[in-house]
């Protein structure tokens, strides 16, 4: 069956220290994956898009990784901050739908 | 950047009543609307996906005679949850792109409460 996973439910560190996210995906080629930040109550945010011919993307902060071999997509904030504190959901397109994983939960502690 | 709004934010209505949940985008065409819900601590669950001047397509499970989805203009999509019940509370985010747009723009949601 099709799947889109983020591993950690949760994610706690340090402000200042790089956080990293991921998101594994089964039975899906897509030709791109996106990363959105959710805000407590908020529609989510577009973030970041990656292709399938790119291993790797920034902007400012935000890297972000694309391995088609793996299946699996990596989300880097460096330098993180409390403000970077959100729920982080990365997603992909199948059948002219969006499709977004569980999300990952990043908490910035000062 | 595209500008997606949604009204109200959030309701409150007694059970068996019906609720109309509005989404444009402002300042672009919106010729497909997607309507998600979501619960608490969950992650987005597409309901259905709506084409501007075409009935909309839902997901296996959501009942289209009780979330009723008008999308007659470019600028604006609507859903209505028929004799809402308490199980329907919930937070509904819809999101819009242009023809050719890889990306989404989401509303801001609007937080449903049945009593």
């Known amino acids: 069956s099709q799947k889109i996973e983020q591993n950690s439910e949760a994610l706690n560190i340090q402000e200042g220290k790089t956080a990293t996210l991921t998101c594994n995906y089964t039975?899906?080629?897509?030709?791109?994956l996106q990363w959105y930040r959710q805000d407590p109550g908020r529609g989510p945010v577009f973030l970041l898009l990656?292709?399938?011919?790119?291993k790797e993307k920034r902007k400012e902060r935000l890297k972000v990784t694309f391995d088609t071999t793996l299946k699996q997509s990596l989300f880097h904030i460096t330098a993180s901050q409390p403000a970077d504190s959100a729920t982080y959901l990365c997603a992909l397109e199948s059948a002219s739908k969006i499709i977004f994983g569980s999300g990952t939960r990043l908490s910035i502690r000062p | 950047g595209a500008v997606v709004s949604q009204h109200p934010s959030w309701v409150i209505c007694k059970s068996g009543t019906s609720v109309k949940i509005e989404c444009r985008s402002l300042?672009?065409?919106?010729?497909?609307m997607f309507w998600y819900r979501q619960f608490p601590k969950q992650s987005l669950m597409l309901m259905a996906t709506s084409n501007e001047g075409s009935k909309a397509t839902y997901e296996q499970g959501v009942e289209k005679d009780k979330f009723l989805i008008n999308h007659a203009s470019l600028t604006l999509s609507t859903l209505t949850v028929t004799s809402a019940h308490p199980e329907d509370s919930s937070f509904y985010i819809c999101?819009?792109?242009?023809?050719?747009?890889?990306?989404?723009?989401f509303g801001p949601g609007t937080r449903l409460l049945v009593l």
């Open positions: 999101s819009a792109r242009d023809r050719g747009w890889e990306t989404q723009y």
């Open positions: 039975n899906y080629s897509p030709a791109y």
């Open positions: 300042d672009f065409q919106a010729t497909t």
């Open positions: 990656i292709r399938e011919n790119e």
